[in-house]
Structure formats: C-alpha cells, structure tokens
C-alpha cells in the first residue's frame, strides 16, 4: 500500500524559513519513472504546483516560487524535504506531497500539513 | 506558462442527473490531461490521466474526453457522494504542472 505523509510546524512567522517532510512507504524514489512532488492550497483557493524531485534526483520548481524553493531526498531513503525560505503570509496554506509516476497523474497523496504565516 | 480555464465555476445538478464539467487550456496539451475530486476538509483524488482513463478504483459513471485544448469530464449519474470541487490539472510541460481554478459541483 502506497502511502504519504507530510510533517512540518503548524506555525511560522514571516521572513522565517518552513521546512516540511514528506515521509512515504510502499514505493521507491530510485524506480524509474517515480517522483514526488508538492502542492499546496491556500484557504479557499485553487492547488497550486510547486516542486517535483524524479527518480534520479532531478528538481524542478514552479517558475513563480523557483527563487525559494528547495526539494531534496531526505536523510532516510523514504523521505521527501521541501524547503520555502522568506515565508510571507501568503504562504499560508495546506501543503501536500504526492506520488506522481511520469507522464501519469498524481496518483496518491498525502492528507496535508496546514501551516499559517503569521508574526 | 499554460493557464487552464474551467467552467463553470460552479454547477448546480440533482442527484441522477447528468453532470459536465469542461477545461479549456490556453494551448495545446494533447492528451496529458487529468482530472482530481476534492471533497472538503480532504485531500485531491486522481480520478482519470491521459484526458480518458480512469485511475485504480474509480467508478465507471466517471468519464473524460477531448483533446488539444478542450475537455470534459463527464459524471453519468450523479451520486450524493459526487458532490465536490473538481480540478483538471495538465502534464504537457513534464515536470511540471498547472491546474485549473476548479469547478465547485452543489446539489441543485
């Protein structure tokens, strides 16, 4: 069974950087053809896509947030870290890693993190 | 960037009837097309890729179509289960995605 998980704090105050995990089980990174991305959704708004890392380590970032933004394998082969420096108000939102197979939707997700920006 | 419309932004259909929910990319994105349900306070679900097929479990009432920059996601009969917010997201520039605003599915 293929299952996600993301972690992170609840609370972030602006300029601070948000470091969140994605903690994943059923899959590997190292198949090929297997990424991980994030998305997130601000309070009544539409998702929006932020960042992938493939099977090989490969990383590729939403134009708009690329400048903030850092994915990476975690410290445990099961682990996705998303990093978002310069955290703004408007970064509140519930943040969501997914399963995505190449050229394929995303296909499992995890039930989210909510994080509010706020001083 | 491709900007994907969806409309409307809300539709209002009974329980039974027939519901259609379209996409419209502002260019070409041949058949990397998908389609997720969200119901409240949950996360996305991956309902049909490739514009037409639909993911592992999903009821065969749900179907998509279309191609190039025009595409329906049709629900056949519509089940109280049905009623959320639908997102059409495009692959076509892999890896990366773009969704649409989302269509909001009530009960009339």
């Known amino acids: 069974q293929v299952t996600l998980r993301e972690s992170g704090p609840a609370l972030v105050k602006p300029t601070q950087t948000l470091t969140l995990t994605c903690t994943f089980s059923?899959?590997?990174?190292?198949?090929?053809?297997?990424?991980v991305t994030w998305v997130r959704q601000s309070p009544g708004k539409a998702l929006e896509w932020l960042a992938l890392i493939d099977w090989d380590g490969d990383k590729f970032y939403s134009t708009s947030l690329k400048t903030r933004l850092t994915v990476s394998k975690g410290t445990s082969r099961n682990q996705v870290v998303l990093t978002m420096t310069n955290v703004d108000p408007a970064d509140t939102a519930t943040y969501y890693c997914?399963?995505?197979?190449?050229?394929?939707?995303?296909?499992?997700w995890g039930p989210g993190t909510t994080v509010t920006v706020s001083s | 960037e491709i900007v994907l419309t969806q409309s409307p932004a809300t539709l209002s259909v009974s329980p039974g009837e027939r519901a259609a929910l379209s996409c419209r990319a502002s260019?070409?994105?041949?058949?990397?097309l998908a389609w997720y349900q969200q119901k409240l306070g949950q996360a996305p679900r991956l309902l049909i890729y490739a514009v037409s097929t639909r993911a592992t479990g999903i009821p065969a009432r749900f179907s998509g179509s279309g191609s190039g920059t025009e595409f329906t996601l049709t629900i056949s009969s519509l089940q109280s289960e049905d009623f959320a917010v639908y997102y059409c997201q495009q692959y076509n520039n892999w890896p990366t995605y773009t969704f649409g605003q989302g269509t909001k599915l009530e009960i009339k």
């Open positions: 260019q070409s994105v041949n058949t990397n």
């Open positions: 997914t399963r995505v197979p190449r050229y394929y939707g995303m296909d499992v």
């Open positions: 059923g899959f590997s990174l190292t198949t090929s053809g297997i990424c």
